[in-house]
């Protein structure tokens, strides 16, 4: 009985320790509007998929950029999807894709 309940106990634990990995590697689509490569960061403006006739919504974010991203950072007016990962504090984009 107390190897079942240990058994039901970890197999909780590794369920929901898998289901936070997996959000974090949601990718989000946005369009770049500022590139700062003095500080790292870049500026993202929310797209939002395919809503016709839905209300637009100008949510922008400055993100720090990880390490070798910025070599090949985009421009403004590129559409991007990328994931964001806390870092230190700070959100930051681990993931950068052109679209």
């Known amino acids: 009985m107390k190897n079942r309940s240990l058994l ?3 197999t909780a634990f590794l369920a929901v320790l898998a289901s936070a990995v997996v ?3 949601v990718m989000t689509n946005g369009l770049v509007t500022k590139v700062d490569e003095s500080t790292g960061t870049i500026r ?3 797209t939002q998929p395919g809503t016709v ?16 991203l910025m070599a090949n950072a985009p421009h403004p007016g590129d ?3 990328f994931t964001v990962e806390q870092t230190d504090g700070a959100k930051t984009i681990t993931k950068l894709e052109r679209q």
Not at 53 to 68: L, T, Y
């Open 23 to 25: 959000a974090q590697q």
């Open 44 to 46: 993202i403006q929310y």
């Open 53 to 68: 006739g839905g209300s637009s919504s100008d949510v922008s974010e400055d993100f720090k950029v990880s390490a070798g």
């Open 8 to 10: 039901y106990g970890t």
């Open 79 to 81: 559409k991007v999807q």
